[in-house]
């Protein structure tokens, strides 16, 4: 018996689940909507050249439509996910002759995977019509910062199906996940008050869990003067934010073989 | 003799309360195997221990000498039919059988074959969500069918229909297991149900067996008859009678008392509940005797260990 076909047919089965009509249609119209209408690359200034220049176009288009991409992520873990476990459905997938982290894995690619294809998908196209010269000459700038950004929702997503497994609802978990990122963005405010060049400890370790904020300070120097940091202690920050990422789904993972019980 | 799943002394527990304490038991192929107790008697906790959604604190389940917890090639041989069926229910029921055969590597035309075999044929096209519970339990059985599996483990499967349907299920599955010698381990609190179709019984009460074996040998191990005695002191009767060495099981209602005794001391305890009538002034007004259904017996017992509690 072939093992992959059991793959490819529970994959389609969760795409389907997860990607009903009209979700993906309502989520890359948002994408498209906050990336050309919502965001402001009007505010960005042309006196910049280079991959600075690359930087503000990226992240500026990135604003909005990151906040819908979370959301959208949100809504497939704790529905894709929760709703399985909170109404009985995923005992019937382990019924089926697929392992326990072959059907995670199959939920997360459908969850995070297709929900990030959508979002770089829009946001090629929008780069290209918007400035095709920068994303050609600074791909890199490009890539990262969007490497950088996604960091955030990743590991925001990766706490919420901790709060899945363990609390098997949909609607909790979903709560809880909206809570955490709310709480996460907010608390920027009082940390940026409160730093000063010689006291800037609380950002740095925000920046662990948020690195596009190093990001930014190292794009822009010339307004940062509580903290600058050096492109390589960037890249630090950047894997320190994806090393708990894994951490998180590694721990998720962990539990979903080994403990979670239905 | 082959069992295709060993239980032995297993152990569950839900914080500190024991859903399941040193449960053990057999279940042999080709038969039908009833799993009877209770509600909260620990079935569904066991049903779960032998699927591998749960995992056992202590003892061991084998499924086809397997562990079943993430186990995947054991589940090519299982089927599967829970209480309340659940399923994605955006899907047509033919739709979501022909993914079940994929899933299992079975050719599409199987789905229309099960779905004859249970009597869901001309519902193909209805939604899944648009089925009665009488059909979505039928369309239960359909899907843990598709890969023609040698065992059938069934969670209340009839708990949730009326008499009639209930019929129909326990029919289909004598079915089954006669044409295709599928092996099924059912459970249900209702054991005069069961006992329709079981050729072999599990009784457990608070986690534990209470009696187990093929369902004649229980019944002549266990035959027990039943003494309704009528008259004005139940309370004080009973209390008394339920002093003799013999008897079993002794219930009071407002007119009289129920006393089980074993078919040994049958004659005894008439002369018995006379002289103890006699010392307290108990007026008997009548007496009447019958044997005990396994289902009578179980009540007793189960009523019996409350008390004792």
């Known amino acids: 018996m072939n093992k992959n076909s059991s793959i490819v047919e529970m994959f389609t089965m969760t795409l389907n689940e997860d990607y009903r009509f009209p979700i993906p249609e309502v989520f890359a119209f948002l994408y498209a909507f906050g990336t050309f209408v919502l965001s402001n690359p009007v505010s960005i200034s042309y006196a910049r050249t280079g991959e600075h220049l690359a930087y503000d176009f990226a992240s500026s288009i990135n604003g909005l439509p990151m906040f819908f991409f979370t959301i959208f992520l949100f809504k497939n873990i704790s529905y894709g996910i929760g709703y399985d476990l909170e109404r009985g459905i995923a005992q019937t997938f382990f019924s089926y002759p697929l392992r326990r982290r072959q059907i995670l894995t199959i939920k997360l690619v459908s969850a995070l995977g297709l929900a990030t294809a959508l979002l770089l998908g829009v946001h090629v196209f929008s780069l290209l019509i918007l400035v095709p010269d920068v994303l050609r000459k600074y791909f890199f700038t490009v890539v990262l910062t969007y490497v950088v950004d996604l960091c955030f929702p990743f590991l925001l997503s990766g706490f919420l199906l901790l709060v899945v497994l363990v609390s098997k609802k949909s609607g909790l978990s979903l709560a809880a996940g909206i809570g955490a990122y709310f709480l996460f963005s907010m608390l920027i405010i009082p940390i940026m008050l409160s730093s000063s060049p010689e006291s800037n400890l609380g950002l740095k370790v925000y920046s662990v869990f948020n690195p596009s904020i190093a990001l930014h300070m190292y794009y822009n120097q010339s307004k940062s003067r509580v903290w600058i940091p050096s492109f390589s202690e960037v890249l630090l920050y950047v894997a320190m934010g994806y090393f708990l990422v894994a951490l998180i789904f590694i721990v998720g993972y962990a539990y979903f073989q080994k403990r979670l019980e239905l | ?309």
């Not at chain 2, 604190?57 to 089927?79: A, K, L, S």
């Not at chain 2, 129920?258 to 008439?270: F, K, M, P, Q």
């Not at chain 2, 007496?287 to 009540?299: D, G, H, P, R, Y």
Request: charged share 25%; glycine share 6%.
């Open chain 2, 1 to 309: 003799m082959t069992y295709l799943i060993e239980a032995h002394d297993l152990v569950k527990y839900y914080g500190n309360i024991a859903a399941v304490s040193g449960l053990s038991f057999n279940v042999e192929e080709g038969s039908v195997t009833g799993l009877v107790g209770p509600n909260g008697a620990g079935k569904t906790t066991t049903i779960k221990m032998i699927i591998g959604i749960l995992k056992p604190n202590n003892g061991q389940v084998r499924v086809f000498n397997e562990d079943p917890w993430d186990n995947v090639d054991i589940r090519y041989q299982i089927g599967v039919v829970y209480e309340r069926a659940c399923f994605p229910t955006s899907y047509k029921v033919i739709e979501y059988l022909e993914r079940a055969c994929r899933i299992f590597g079975k050719p599409k035309y199987r789905a229309k074959e099960v779905l004859l075999e249970v009597g869901l044929d001309g519902s193909e096209n209805k939604p899944i969500k648009g089925l009665s519970a009488g059909m979505l339990q039928k369309f239960s059985v359909a899907h843990a069918l598709v890969h023609e599996p040698r065992l059938i483990i069934a969670d209340e499967p009839t708990a949730n229909l009326d008499p009639e349907a209930r019929g129909n299920l326990l029919s289909l599955i004598l079915k089954l297991n006669r044409d295709k010698k599928i092996t099924f381990l059912i459970s249900s609190h209702i054991l005069f149900e069961l006992s329709r179709v079981c050729n072999s019984m599990v009784i457990i009460n608070r986690g534990k067996v209470w009696a187990s074996g093929k369902l004649d040998d229980l019944l002549n191990k266990l035959e027990t008859k039943l003494v309704r005695v009528s008259t004005d002191k139940p309370e004080e009767l009973a209390a008394e009678v339920k002093k003799l060495s013999y008897v079993a099981h002794v219930e009071a209602d407002v007119r009289s008392i129920l006393i089980g005794v074993t078919s040994e001391d049958y004659n005894r305890v008439y002369s018995d509940i006379l002289d103890i009538a006699k010392k307290l002034g108990a007026k008997i007004t009548g007496m009447e005797s019958s044997t005990a259904s396994l289902e009578e017996l179980f009540k007793l017992a189960v009523k019996n260990e409350e008390t004792k509690r």
